[in-house]
């Protein structure tokens, strides 16, 4: 028999068995929902916002951080330049709530390294409260986000990430992104967190304790690692300090990208996690079905696996959005293209280890230190 297609039709059954697994975690994370702490543990929070430029309706994610119910927090903002348009909604922001405590800090440019974490590095140091909460100026916060993040830091937790999902802008690039953003991304740390446990963090909200940061040595210890995120998880987690996944979904805003600059983003996504976690990124290659069933097909297989993948393929992401409550609409139909569009994203990214983020392009060291801007 024909080697190939014994290698492509081996790959398209675990493709098959990965999407039963997104279902089945997605159903063990909506049982986890339910079954959520509830510990009425509500210390006072600082809430840490670098910014840089004016994201997609920055002034209304801001607005949402404003308006959270819960009794004692702060926003401590954090700019490079002085001239850098987001301070004015950040002043506006201030004019409409008086009430509510805010720093404003400009930092001025980071001369190496992780330029959002340098951004950090101040902000966590003028912070009141011993509670922080990390996100970006694309995310927006539901009232009772707050409060229920708050639960889940028990005691014995060392820090709480959340999933994320993405409300689309006007193009047909950002309906895609959201897509990826709001199906395959959760599924992949879904899945990932329930097979083999949660001992990293995601960025979209990440909350812990002052004490925690100091313990693994502050942001200046993430500050050369291009994925923060993961860095700070992972070194609270080796604290013996576990990472909790919140029972909270945060939304992300995007904006109107065309499909270079998302392309450039799955790209910086993927070679960040090709450094940060190799074996996990080596094993993406088992989320690929419609890919491996079209090649077994076009070998010289039978049809029906193709079929069989592409019918998972849309099951595992339609039910991820749905748990998230991501208002996709029909996208999900297109899942098994965008598998496709991953696929490219996934294979190119072992072909290099430069990335553009924010419109710098950086170079990656093999364990995603940044080790030089190209320009």
């Known amino acids: 028999m024909n080697p190939w297609l014994w290698l492509w039709g081996g790959l398209t059954a675990a493709s098959c068995a990965y999407y039963l697994a997104v279902i089945f975690a997605g159903r063990r994370f909506r049982r986890a929902l339910q079954r959520a702490p509830v ?37 401590v903002f954090g700019v490079a330049d002085p001239a850098d348009p987001a301070l004015e909604k950040v002043e506006e922001l201030r004019a409409a709530y008086p009430q509510l405590p805010m720093q404003v800090h400009v930092c001025g440019v980071a001369s190496e390294g992780n330029a959002k974490v340098a951004l950090l590095e ?71 967190a329930y097979l083999a446990g949660l001992s990293f963090a995601l960025g979209a909200a990440m909350l812990f304790r002052k004490t925690d ?33 919140s029972s909270v979904v945060v939304e992300t805003v995007l904006g109107s990208p065309g499909w270079g600059e998302v392309w450039r983003r799955h790209l910086r996504w ?20 419609s890919l491996w069933a079209a090649l077994l097909w076009a070998t010289g297989g039978p049809v029906w696996p193709l079929a069989v993948a592409v019918c998972g393929r849309i099951a595992a992401s339609a039910h991820t959005a749905a748990l998230l409550q991501a208002r996709l609409g029909w996208k999900p139909l297109a899942a098994p293209l965008g598998e496709l569009w991953s696929a ?9 280890r430069e990335v553009v983020w924010r419109g710098r392009r950086l170079r990656l060291d093999g364990h995603g230190r940044i080790t030089g801007r190209l320009n």
Do not use: C, M
């Open 39 to 75: 510990t009425r543990n509500r210390p006072p929070v600082s809430i840490l916002k670098p910014l840089r430029g004016v994201d997609a309706r920055l002034a209304e994610n801001l607005r949402s951080h404003a308006e959270l119910d819960y009794p004692a927090y702060e926003l």
């Open 122 to 192: 101040e902000l966590a140091a003028a912070a009141k409260h011993d509670v922080l909460l990390v996100d970006d100026g694309d995310i927006r916060l539901a009232p009772a986000d707050l409060a229920r993040l708050a639960d889940e830091l028990t005691p014995e937790v060392g820090l709480v990430s959340t999933l994320y999902r993405a409300q689309p802008g006007g193009t047909a690039a950002s309906g895609f992104d959201a897509l990826w953003i709001s199906s395959d991304f959760p599924g992949q740390a879904l899945t990932g």
């Open 213 to 245: 940061l100091e313990r693994i040595g502050g942001f200046a210890a993430i500050r050369p690692y291009l994925a923060d995120d993961y860095e700070l998880g992972r070194r609270v987690a080796e604290l013996g300090r576990p990472v909790r996944l």
């Open 344 to 352: 490219a994203v996934w294979l190119w990214s072992f072909t290099g």
């Open 270 to 289: 993927s070679r960040t996690i090709r450094a940060s976690r190799p074996g996990g990124h080596a094993g993406f290659g088992v989320t690929f079905g």
